[in-house]
């Protein structure tokens, strides 16, 4: 009897072992990122604290489980702050950064259902030195609106020899297919060298639909690595309020001991309104104190034509708003910690 016992203890344990290991999470994660910012804005200059300037300030938790076969459950569920005041990122959402769930596999890839980062975003990151952050031109010059899809079904297959590709589509959930998002693209890894392309299309309005295109490709050199990302943007407006246009931007990261900098430069041209284009040229240094935590400082500027107003936005919030014509030149400091 004392033997029954004995196995019968060792199998609840043994249970509550494999159940552990079955299933992982929640785990929480998160980044704090502050700094003080000054910018010139035509003849004007002001100074504040911000937050989310290189990595955008949030609080998440993610997870998983094993469902045998090789799948798994997952979820995320990631929420944006703004640390310098307490308040909610975008917008006041409650997990406006990501919120999914889903599955995957290792032998038919990722799919997953919720409020995502769009594949178009993806890809911009992915050739652009460092992410899609403050100091990229591409950061300054691409329409924002479709950083982040709500509504929405994101696969990611394996890779192939090299070759991915992830498709994307979000439901606008409104008459006449407003708001439906149809966004695919592939990457291609060679060694050292990457390239990758993204085509999305987006019923904006029962009269006008946008088609975004990104073509990307990066390589390492070793002492330096490097990008090189080309955008495009078309609509169907009218070309006195069309927000048609050209930009692309090369970026480098060169790594200094454990310390790195950072430069990008970029330029943008309209397709249907004369004169607004604009220039960026960024530098930023990292100070690596560890793992998790940099010091970083940088200074970015850019030169709009007669009719943009392009502005310097962060990893996570816009940048303020300028006039038509105005150089603006901004310069930071900050400390950014992940956890």
């Given at each position: 009897?004392?033997?029954?016992?004995?196995?019968?203890?060792?199998?609840?344990?043994?249970?509550?072992?494999l159940?552990?290991?079955?299933?992982?999470?929640?785990?929480?994660?998160?980044?704090?990122?502050?700094?003080?910012?000054?910018?010139?804005?035509?003849?004007?200059?002001?100074t504040?604290?911000?937050?989310?300037?290189?990595?955008?300030?949030?609080?998440?938790?993610?997870?998983?489980?094993?469902?045998?076969?090789?799948?798994?459950?997952?979820?995320t569920?990631?929420?944006?702050?703004?640390?310098?005041?307490?308040?909610?990122?975008?917008?006041?959402?409650?997990?406006?950064?990501?919120?999914?769930?889903?599955?995957?596999?290792?032998?038919?890839?990722?799919?997953?259902?919720?409020?995502?980062?769009?594949?178009?975003?993806?890809?911009?990151?992915?050739?652009?030195?460092?992410?899609?952050?403050?100091?990229?031109?591409?950061?300054?010059?691409?329409?924002?609106?479709?950083?982040?899809?709500?509504?929405?079904?994101?696969?990611?297959?394996?890779?192939?020899?090299g070759?991915?590709?992830?498709?994307?589509?979000?439901?606008?959930?409104?008459?006449?297919?407003?708001?439906?998002?149809?966004?695919?693209?592939?990457?291609?890894?060679?060694?050292?060298?990457?390239?990758?392309?993204?085509?999305?299309?987006?019923?904006?309005?029962?009269?006008?639909?946008?088609?975004?295109?990104?073509?990307?490709?990066?390589?390492?050199?070793?002492p330096?690595?490097?990008?090189?990302?080309?955008?495009?943007?078309?609509?169907?407006?009218?070309?006195?309020?069309?927000?048609?246009?050209?930009?692309?931007?090369?970026?480098?990261?060169?790594?200094?001991?454990?310390?790195?900098?950072?430069?990008?430069?970029?330029?943008?041209?309209?397709?249907?309104?004369?004169?607004?284009?604009?220039?960026?040229?960024?530098?930023?240094?990292?100070?690596?104190?560890?793992?998790?935590?940099?010091?970083?400082?940088?200074?970015?500027i850019?030169?709009?034509?007669?009719?943009?107003?392009?502005?310097?936005?962060?990893?996570?919030?816009?940048?303020?708003?300028?006039?038509?014509?105005?150089?603006?030149?901004?310069?930071?400091?900050?400390?950014?910690?992940?956890?």
């Amino acid at each position: 009897m004392q033997k029954i016992r004995q196995v019968g203890a060792f199998s609840l344990l043994l249970g509550a072992a494999l159940g552990a290991q079955a299933q992982s999470g929640p785990t929480l994660f998160g980044v704090v990122d502050t700094g003080v910012v000054s910018t010139r804005i035509g003849a004007t200059r002001t100074t504040s604290m911000d937050s989310g300037i290189i990595l955008g300030s949030r609080v998440g938790f993610r997870g998983n489980e094993d469902l045998g076969g090789g799948t798994q459950a997952l979820y995320t569920l990631e929420m944006g702050l703004n640390n310098d005041t307490g308040a909610l990122g975008q917008g006041g959402l409650g997990f406006g950064r990501q919120a999914f769930v889903g599955f995957s596999n290792p032998r038919f890839g990722r799919l997953t259902m919720g409020r995502h980062y769009s594949v178009l975003h993806t890809t911009l990151s992915a050739y652009t030195e460092g992410g899609l952050i403050w100091g990229h031109a591409l950061n300054y010059f691409r329409d924002g609106t479709v950083l982040r899809l709500d509504n929405s079904l994101r696969y990611e297959s394996p890779d192939f020899a090299g070759l991915s590709f992830k498709l994307m589509k979000a439901f606008g959930e409104q008459a006449d297919s407003t708001g439906n998002v149809v966004n695919p693209s592939f990457d291609y890894r060679n060694g050292k060298l990457k390239i990758g392309a993204s085509f999305m299309q987006r019923h904006k309005t029962a009269a006008n639909t946008e088609r975004y295109t990104t073509l990307g490709g990066s390589y390492d050199f070793g002492p330096v690595s490097t990008s090189l990302a080309y955008y495009t943007l078309r609509d169907d407006l009218p070309n006195a309020t069309s927000l048609a246009r050209n930009a692309y931007e090369i970026s480098a990261a060169v790594p200094l001991g454990t310390n790195v900098l950072w430069l990008a430069y970029g330029e943008a041209k309209g397709k249907a309104r004369a004169d607004t284009g604009g220039s960026s040229l960024s530098l930023r240094y990292d100070y690596v104190l560890s793992k998790r935590t940099r010091l970083y400082t940088g200074y970015s500027i850019i030169r709009n034509d007669r009719n943009a107003g392009f502005t310097v936005n962060s990893a996570s919030n816009a940048g303020p708003a300028v006039a038509a014509g105005n150089r603006v030149a901004q310069a930071i400091a900050g400390v950014s910690h992940s956890f």
